[in-house]
């Protein structure tokens, strides 16, 4: 069979797609994988055909507007609002793009900015992803909705309010795309019927954050999505440095170091001497590097991670992943999106000491952060403990799995 990946964003929302496309062609199946020309060289690496949706995601964290409001507040909303944003048109283009892509495919699996791919009408069978859970439940409020005493009935609407914000994102542009297509228009919000007549696919473990009992049947928590990638030699230096002494502590922060900039590198660099150890920076402003300290600016994550005593991060998706799959606990420092609801998580689980919010983050709490999970054994057993259970999932073959039963079901 073929099928079609859509993804667009930074490098933790296509990694995961790129594992998954590997896995699928490992089973013998025809994989496209559409999203921006920064990622061409990653989808070709992993033997995948890559189609281009125009744009960078890249871009979103350069302007100047959004680091200035990501320092202010981590409210997604309100970034959301001082982003560069393309017109109806540019967006209905996308999904041009998008729609072509899809085409001749068995299925189809987009995810967050590339669902409108499927409220359009791609003509083909199609499911979704998300990083964070979209399907309403009475056993959790929806992502980024009021805390309200309100019982079980208000925690339900939130996610009806949530998926009506995200229809009013899509539908202008969806309607001018079925426009051009000679379709109606799609006036009711179609994103309850995701997880019915669509499946949602949430690549975490469920030993991580388990699926509630009251979702829909074709909800699924199938274990994180990993790309084995092939064989790299680690930088020979790095190799040295880890040899040179005790474990160190890494501090990765992604896409998002513009936002946290050279203070935040100071202050974590004066936690970690602190508590008397060295550091690997990956990523990063460029400067001086001292000799406790290591700088590299990208690293195969699931063969740094296991080597090291705590990881510091933004608690975002992707490098929340490969932190609890490498069995190490970690400190975080959320700015913005998915960050502050990942790092809460991480904390009830006992991987991690409470959140040390960037927009608030003083030199106090990183250091009393950095001391306690270097010094408190607890961390580091349960992190261990959690790192056993998630390795032991078998994310891309479950998706796999689920996607074979579709295409099949479609065929019926």
């Not at 890559?50 to 964290?61: L, Q, T």
């Not at 085409?103 to 900015?113: H, S």
């Not at 339900?156 to 969806?174: I, K």
């Not at 829909?216 to 230096?237: I, M, N």
Request: hydrophobic letters at 40%.
């Amino acid at each position: 069979m073929k099928v079609s990946l859509l993804t667009f964003g930074t490098r933790g929302d296509v990694h995961p797609f790129v594992a998954l496309g590997a896995g699928l062609k490992a089973r013998g199946h025809e994989v496209d994988l559409a999203t921006s020309t920064d990622f061409k060289a990653m989808v070709e690496e992993a033997g995948l055909n890559f189609r281009e949706i125009p744009g960078s995601g890249a871009d979103y964290f350069a302007a100047p507007a959004v680091i200035k409001s990501i320092r202010k507040s981590p409210s997604s909303i309100r970034t959301a609002m001082v982003m560069p944003r393309p017109t109806v048109d540019e967006v209905a283009d996308s999904l041009e793009k998008m729609y072509e892509a899809g085409q001749d495919a068995d299925f189809m699996l987009n995810n967050l900015i590339t669902r409108g791919s499927g409220y359009a009408g791609p003509g083909v069978p199609w499911g979704t992803v998300s990083w964070w859970p979209i399907t309403p439940t009475r056993e959790f409020r929806a992502y980024k909705t009021p805390d309200l005493p309100l019982g079980p009935a208000y925690t339900r609407f939130t996610h009806s309010m949530a998926a009506q914000l995200e229809w009013a994102f899509n539908r202008p542009a969806v309607n001018r795309f079925r426009g051009r297509k000679g379709l109606p228009k799609v006036s009711k919000s179609p994103v309850g019927l995701l997880g019915h007549e669509q499946p949602v696919f949430y690549p975490y473990s469920p030993h991580f954050l388990p699926p509630p009992a009251d979702w829909p049947e074709h909800t699924h928590v199938t274990g994180y999505w990993y790309w084995q990638r092939p064989d790299r030699q680690p930088p020979a230096d790095l190799v040295d440095f880890l040899d040179s002494g005790s474990k160190p502590i890494v501090l990765a922060l992604g896409s998002a170091w513009p936002v946290y900039g050279e203070e935040t590198l100071a202050l974590v660099r004066d936690a970690v001497r602190h508590a008397k150890r060295r550091l690997i920076v990956v990523g990063g402003p460029e400067g001086d590097r001292p000799d406790d300290e290591f700088r590299v600016q990208e690293v195969d994550y699931g063969w740094l991670f296991p080597q090291v005593a705590a990881v510091i991060h933004g608690a975002t998706f992707g490098t929340t992943a490969d932190v609890l799959r490498s069995g190490v606990p970690q400190v975080t420092v959320p700015c913005w999106a998915d960050g502050p609801y990942w790092a809460d998580r991480l904390a009830e689980l006992g991987v991690s000491p409470a959140p040390v919010p960037f927009q608030k983050m003083t030199g106090e709490q990183v250091r009393a952060a950095v001391t306690a999970v270097v010094d408190d054994q607890r961390y580091t057993e349960r992190a261990a403990e959690l790192g056993t259970r998630v390795r032991a999932d078998r994310g891309v073959e479950t998706a796999c799995d689920l996607i074979e039963a579709w295409v099949r079901r479609a065929e019926a």
